[in-house]
């Protein structure tokens, strides 16, 4: 069935460094990759998304990168701060075209 | 320009009662989307919803869960004769276009628990 995988769960990083998180989906017909940031009581936001016409795609400090062959894609932020502590979501359009399939999340803390 | 809001943001039910929960998207916005979320996982979609259609429900149990998006009032996601295992965070996300690579954005969700 279709699922998106996302790894790693957890990731701990000193404040400066970088962070990635990465993702691998299973419906090949999947076109659009958006990444959704949660906080503490809060709903997702969005903070970055690609489509597959395009391989990498830049944000300020956020990027992602999209591998459609292999069919993973990947969040990176450099220089990473105390506010970027959250979970981070990757997701992928569901077969039918109609909603997001969510991966299980990666709760990111960066130490100061 | 408000983002989507949601309410109740929490919402105690004992078993056996009905939960509704409430859905505004931001403005302009048609389309609605339900998801559930529970503790320490993803979100899973429920239900697609445009004003007064329902268009895709395969993420929502067959019982005692509906949904509606009518012309003129917020998107309702009813839960009938709840059970412990309901107990999730609720959230809805909206969008203008009715396509699933198109932006989608959140409410804060409605966290229910069932006693």
């Known amino acids: 069935g279709e699922n998106v995988e996302q790894h790693p769960s957890t990731l701990s990083v000193q404040e400066g460094d970088s962070a990635v998180i990465k993702c691998t989906y299973s419906?090949?017909?999947?076109?659009?990759f958006p990444w959704y940031k949660q906080e503490l009581g809060k709903g997702p936001q969005l903070i970055i998304d690609?489509?597959?016409?395009?391989g990498e795609k830049k944000d300020q400090r956020i990027a992602v990168t999209l591998n459609k062959t292999a069919k993973h894609f990947s969040l990176h932020i450099t220089e990473t701060q105390p506010e970027d502590s959250a979970v981070y979501f990757c997701?992928?359009?569901?077969?039918?075209?109609?909603?997001?399939?969510f991966g299980k999340g990666t709760t990111l803390s960066v130490s100061s | 320009n408000a983002g989507v809001m949601q309410n109740p943001r929490h919402l105690v039910r004992r078993r056996g009662q009905e939960a509704r929960l409430r859905c505004s998207p931001m403005?302009?916005?048609?389309?609605v989307y339900w998801y559930r979320q529970l503790p320490e996982e993803g979100l899973k979609f429920m239900v697609y919803?445009?004003?007064?259609?329902?268009?895709?429900e395969s993420g929502m149990p067959k019982e005692r869960f509906s949904a509606e998006f009518p012309k003129e009032g917020p998107s309702i996601l009813r839960i009938q004769q709840v059970v412990r295992g309901d107990s999730a965070a609720y959230f809805c996300?909206?969008?203008?276009?009715?396509?699933?690579?198109?932006?989608?954005?959140f409410g804060d969700g409605t966290r229910l628990s069932i006693l």
């Open positions: 996300a909206s969008s203008p276009l009715g396509q699933a690579d198109q932006p989608q954005h």
């Open positions: 419906d090949s017909a999947s076109n659009y």
């Open positions: 690609i489509r597959s016409n395009v």
């Open positions: 997701a992928a359009i569901n077969q039918a075209g109609t909603a997001l399939i």
């Open positions: 403005k302009g916005h048609s389309h």
């Open positions: 919803l445009q004003k007064e259609n329902i268009i895709d």
